[in-house]
């Protein structure tokens, strides 16, 4: 006994322990000293845009490649297959790496891919490929590779990210968001509708010939944001945002939604805290039949669910904090000018009230006609009256159940102070 703890003092004295330390040490480094660095080995894909083009599918990616001076030096590769695998191995052999798409925050997807359906293109990149769910998801017309180029062009020449310009904040009412995740939830759903905004890429010819501006709003709320690059000084690329969202049902491109539709139907959505009200004709002791445009400060959305006699009913409540952002009178008012008084009378907030529920009303009556739930109607349903509902869908079935719901909405509008 004596002697097996004299060699385990032995084996384990101080100097000894630094030296079996060392070469634990080196055991685990010196195989990695042989090992290439990432970068040499992988492409850094910060966006992918995907399309259908006759029988095969085509590809464009956008790699990073890192440099000394530290700004970001973005290159485009694209190929092309009889499927999508084979056409990202086209493009891993063009850059002699094997493609990286843990940094990949865009998934563009063409028209004629979202008319064929993106359930298997998600499915591979996520799992195959592990592009993460929070991926943006964007839906674009024009050519793949023209399109890739004109975003990596915005990208270095004007400092913008495309997931920005699609949706460059949640919180307003005219945006939409997408991504990968939330297109999953929908798809599995069984509504089973999915969105991505859209966005399209046109000529210098095609942009002389419309009306655009940089995020102009017109009386009826809706604009549009533009950004151009050139590929060539004949040939200028026009990155187009007006608001446009595609809906699609079982994976696959259903129909577009206008900006002024998104803008209604995200009156329901209490993550959309921001926007305008534009009412006309008010008229009263200061106003002369005036336009008024209100800023919506804040928004709260409350939704309850029940049944009457059978009849599932649908209540929104929809409380709104606003000011007055601009008057346009004929013949301006001197009591316009006064700063110590309300604006926001009784004349002005009943026309508020009327143009928010006729709003909301038109997009009731838009998800009827078209099919769509974008109310979230069977979630709240499925969720606060379960039995009762599963009841009411025996009866009038998947197809048609948002037609017998009585929706009831009461608006309440306050000033901000």
Known sequence: MKEMKKKLKSIFSPKKLVLWLCILILIFTVPSFNKSAMSQTQAIVTMLCVDKIDDKIKVAATVLTPSQDKKANFQVYSGEGETLGYAVDSVSLAIGKEMGFAQCKIMALGENICKDGVMQVLDYMTRTKKVGRNAVLVAFTGDVLDFTQAIVDLNLGKSLRLDKIVSFDKRYILTQDSNIETF????????????????????????????????????SGSSSSTTSTTNGENNEKFIMNDGTVSLFKDGKHYIDMTLDEVKKANIFVNNAQKGTVVVEGVTDHIYNNAKVVVNILKKDISIKTSFKDGVPIYSTDVSLTVYIDEVIEENPSEKLLRRNQDFLTNALIVKIEEKMESDMREIISYCQNNDVDLLGVYKYFYALENKKFEEYLEKVGIKNYLDGIDYQIDIKVKSEN
């Not at 969105?195 to 940089?214: A, D, H, R, Y």
């Open 184 to 219: 999953y939830i929908g798809y599995y759903s069984p509504i089973s509708l999915g969105i991505m905004s859209k966005v399209k890429l046109i000529t210098n010819e095609t942009f002389n010939s419309i009306q655009v501006g940089s995020n102009a709003t017109n009386s």
